[in-house]
């Protein structure tokens, strides 16, 4: 049973970091395709923020968070982590964590970030971005 779980959300002020962590258990990270995290504020439709494609460590990420947001894997670990840093409040909002099959086709850059292609999900960690 594939079951990814999330983990490091929390409050923080606006300028600061967090780490978020997925652990994946009846998975191995590496035999999936693309990693994703995604998020959904209230009142707004869940939205992709970074993915990794595990074929050639290809990263997408949207332009909302990039240069302040990084998306890793450690397959040691059975883990991939989204490092967050000068968070803004407009970041507040429920994050996920995904995977893809590897079976499943390549997905174009717009397509790595669309929730619909991703297959397995976490059940999301709250992060709070104010003062």
């Known amino acids: 049973q594939v079951r990814l779980v999330e983990s490091g959300g929390g409050s923080v002020q606006p300028g600061g970091s967090l780490r978020l962590s997925c652990a994946a258990s009846?998975?191995?990270?590496?035999?999936?395709?693309?990693l994703g995290w995604f998020r959904q504020a209230p009142g707004k439709e869940r939205e992709g923020v970074a993915t990794?494609?595990?074929?050639?460590?290809?990263?997408y990420y949207a332009d909302s968070v990039k240069g302040r947001f990084t998306i890793s894997r450690d397959n040691a670990k059975n883990t991939f982590d989204l490092q967050m840093n000068s968070l803004k409040t407009e970041d507040t909002a429920m994050y996920y964590c995904?995977?893809?099959?590897?079976?499943?086709?390549?997905?174009?850059?717009?397509?790595?970030?669309?929730?619909?292609?991703?297959?397995?999900w976490g059940q999301g960690t709250q992060v709070t971005v104010s003062s």
């Open positions: 009846g998975i191995t990270v590496s035999h999936y395709r693309y």
């Open positions: 995904a995977a893809r099959p590897a079976w499943l086709p390549i997905l174009t850059d717009i397509q790595a970030l669309a929730e619909g292609p991703y297959d397995y």
């Open positions: 990794i494609y595990t074929g050639d460590g290809s990263t």
